[in-house]
């Protein structure tokens, strides 16, 4: 049997991307279907004779659903914070708010002396940059922070790859090499606590793949006081910015 032909339910789970979705016990069905849990967890629900390849496909066309559903579920997004590239707007980074400042020169955004610095030239490209900033600056910042977590956990190394996740905090999967843990840039703005909470649930993921009773028990291993951040992080995702910028009307 060739790759693509290889049949769905010969594995426990489907990757698509950075969604992992549980596959069901094949059943006398017709359709294909996406089920999110409670817990945020996916099953995929697929007759017997289907394919690894048609699934793939299904998921892949059904993305942007599921990243809609996962939002409803972890509250990442709420309703769409708008940002604008002006003189004093606000942005925040580890839990703190930072005004922006216009400068008639300079390339890319910084933080110094307690304001983001950005060129007026670049202000029609103001978003682009501030993701690159939290990707290049906040990804070191993570990369550290992550360490005394990653341990405890019998990890030595952990990369972190800062990317742009949709509606998710973040993803990760166990893999045969050097383990890795995806985080979405706008996790930057949280306070460090709570991004302490994204860092343990993913690094829970590299040893169990879906919110089982195993993963919770490594989550509540790593980070006893798990609750509390967990609730916390549903309320701070209705106001994190993830990068829409209101439009400017020009005359």
């Not at 950075?18 to 069901?24: K, M, Q, R, W």
């Not at 922006?100 to 030239?121: A, C, I, K, Q």
Request: proline share 7%.
């Amino acid at each position: 049997m060739t790759a693509t032909a290889a049949l769905l339910h010969d594995l426990p789970s489907l990757v698509v991307g950075d969604l992992v979705l549980e596959v069901a016990p094949p059943r006398d069905r017709k359709t294909i279907e996406i089920v999110v849990e409670r817990d945020a967890s996916l099953v995929l629900k697929a007759p017997p004779a289907v394919t690894i390849d048609r699934a793939t496909r299904f998921v892949t066309d059904k993305r942007q659903w599921v990243y809609r559903k996962l939002a409803e579920k972890d509250a990442l997004c709420g309703p769409p914070v708008v940002k604008r590239f002006v003189e004093g707007e606000g942005f925040a980074y580890l839990g703190r708010s930072y005004r922006l400042t216009l400068t008639p020169e300079g390339t890319g955004v910084r933080l110094d002396r307690g304001r983001f610095h950005l060129p007026r030239s670049e202000v029609d490209q103001g978003a682009a940059a501030m993701r690159s900033w939290y990707t290049e600056v906040g990804g070191k910042w993570l990369r550290r922070r992550i360490r005394p977590w990653a341990a405890r956990l019998g990890e030595q190394t952990v990369e972190v790859q800062v990317r742009d996740l949709g509606f998710r905090w973040g993803s990760a999967r166990p893999t045969d090499g050097p383990q890795r843990i995806n985080v979405h840039w706008a996790t930057l703005q949280l306070p460090p606590t709570l991004i302490d909470y994204v860092l343990v649930h993913e690094l829970a993921h590299l040893h169990e793949l879906n919110h089982t009773p195993k993963f919770w028990s490594t989550v509540d291993r790593l980070m006893p006081t798990y609750q509390t951040p967990k609730t916390n992080l549903a309320t701070a995702g209705k106001n994190i910015w993830l990068g829409s910028v209101a439009k400017t009307v020009r005359q």
